[in-house]
């Protein structure tokens, strides 16, 4: 069955492109809107109002769904900002890829950093951003360069794919140009480019067509141990696949599987011969590919022949496996009735390599490529009526059925879906009016305040008692500013610290007060939070400073402590105000005991003063 809903959001009059989640497990979704949206879904307000008539937006919500920043990019009144790529660099950044027209600012923050493309037209652009949403680099290519995707390359490397038409400069330096022309100036090309992580051009190749049916690349992936990229996409009849000197001719519309080194050599190359898209493929002990067809399509790459059929005005949904030489191991459809269709394919796999297909799609499928049946039928009419539905389904190894199920009706013939190593689920699409959102049994229903919003949500195994019920200790809860402290969490196998590093005791120096959040997994691969508040004091209830170099021990300490002082010096112990709490306690030589189980545990200032000097020194009391 398939894991139980988690949480649900809804975000109104937004229309969502891409989404990507991180290693902690927060989602990060690009999309347009128009007009005033408020970007929390919860009981808290993040509004953002356009200053044009559609402009792009960036939104972050925690594992647990709850909202973490939102960013706006502003553009002219006649400007387009269409970002279509996604991708999250772990803790170092993320980067945003796509096309845009007019004069668009790259930088979300107080800053500016504007760039411009002409209207009709357009260019393609890359943008960095860190995990907080605050603007790096953006790079601009000149032409039309439109992105479909990225992957994460070896280190220091990425690559990006799509298509062109006309002339365009990849090469994203203002000093430099790396120009590519198609053969006709009203068709694509499809491209594969590689930058470095900081935006620096490596090379660029493409797929050459002869004719105007143009080709385009969908989704690229990266085998980084073995320094390996492909990609896939589309071309048309008389399309060299070989990028390189060599040639691969396709001799009629097809898909088609390009692999390269990591210094852009061709390595393979083959055709799906017919009507299909393919539009997702990963690395996995050979080759993964899901996408979608219609009419008649030849699966088999190599030279033997096997067809693969469509009812009338249909296109079904398909599942290939290729060996690592490109050979045929497995092809599996998913049949519709006539007139049902599936567009916008996306794949995943996790640790126990269960496949994730995730599609839109009206109309009847029987989802169970074997001979078992299992027929979802979509809340929408058939083709061309829109909406369509949102489907999710997840599949064996082998690809047998182990569950699927369907959402709507949505709107968007993408459908942006997400799954984890460890197999949490994510799913977003727009949507209209009121749709069950729980793709189970119970029923979760959200209802739209405007004419389009979002839905988000998180199917997950590791809900209520399988989740690591984390707890935090903190050597104090209440501090001066920039008092060093440790916070100590347990309760689960691994931690991860936000913004911090990968153990359980994190060392911190807070000056204003704040939260801090630490994500816990179990051996299972569950994971649970959990936030401790720590207090800055400002401390300004004595007038001497801090003396660092002064030892009492044991510091912190659960009762007594040893304080070196001057013989005949004063001893008090003042709490974070300056109000004493003890007094008068005469020093004696060799070091002078207090016992301060009479205070409750937090931080205290020890202050001794003799005709001399005055020293102060942080105590806590655990």
Known sequence: AQPPRAWAAQIPNVNVLAMDVDKKGAVYIIGNFVGTVDFDPGAGTAVATTSSS????????????????????????????????????????????????????????????????????????????????????????????????IALGETDNLYITGEYAGTADFDPDTNNTFLLTTPFSSSTNAFILKLTREGNFKWVKTLIGQDQSGGQGLSVACDTTNKKCCFVGIAGTGTDLDPGPGQYMSSTRCSFICELD?????????????????????????????????????????????????????????????????????????????????????????????????????????????????????????????????????????????????????????????????????????????????????????????????????????????????????????????????????????????????????GISPTVSTWYEVMGTDSAGCSGFKTVQITVNNCTGLNESINSEKIIYPNPTTNRIMVPALPGSKISVCDLSGKQLMSDIEAVKGGTDIDLSGLKPGVYLVVSRSELKTEMVRVVRQ
């Open 262 to 506: 990591t210094g852009g050599n061709t390595l393979q190359s083959k055709s799906i011969n017919g009507t299909s898209w393919l539009t997702s493929v990963l690395y996995d002990s050979g080759f993964l590919l899901g996408g979608y067809f219609t009419y008649i399509i030849d699966v088999d790459p190599g030279p033997a022949v096997q067809n693969r059929y469509c009812a009338q005005n249909t296109w079904e949904g398909l599942l290939l496996k290729l060996t690592d030489s490109l050979t045929l191991d497995w092809a599996k459809e998913i049949d519709g009735s006539s007139y049902s269709a599936i567009t916008g394919s996306k794949i995943a796999i996790d640790k126990n390599k269960h496949i994730f297909f995730f599609a839109k799609f009206s109309g009847s499928f029987d989802l169970d490529p074997s001979p078992g049946i299992q027929t979802l039928t979509s809340n929408t009419l058939a083709p061309p009526a829109t909406p369509y539905d949102y489907l999710v389904a997840e599949y064996d190894s082998l690809c047998n059925l182990i569950w699927s199920s369907n959402i709507g009706p949505c709107w968007h013939r993408i459908a942006p879906g997400y799954t984890t190593y460890h197999g949490d689920i994510y799913l977003t699409n727009p949507f209209s009016g009121t749709i069950d959102v729980d793709p189970g049994p119970s029923s979760y229903t959200l209802t739209s305040s405007s004419p389009r919003s979002i839905f988000i949500e998180l199917l997950s195994t590791c809900t209520g008692s399988a989740v690591p019920q984390l707890s935090v200790n903190a050597s104090a809860l209440s501090v001066c500013a920039g008092q060093q402290l440790v916070l100590n969490a347990s309760g689960a196998a691994s931690y991860q610290w936000a913004h911090g590093p990968a153990q359980s005791a994190v």
């Open 54 to 149: 559609s402009e792009f937006f960036l939104l972050k919500l925690s594992y647990s769904g709850a909202f973490v920043w939102a960013k706006q990019f502003n553009t002219n009144d006649q400007g387009m900002f269409y970002g279509k790529a996604l991708r999250c660099d772990g803790d170092s950044g993320l980067y945003i890829s796509g096309f845009f027209k007019g004069i668009c600012d790259f930088n979300p923050g107080p800053g500016v950093f504007s760039m411009s493309a002409p209207i009709p037209g357009g260019d393609g652009f890359i943008l960095k951003l860190d995990t907080s949403g605050d603007f790096r680099w953006a790079k601009e290519f000149n032409g039309d360069v439109n992105v479909q995707d």
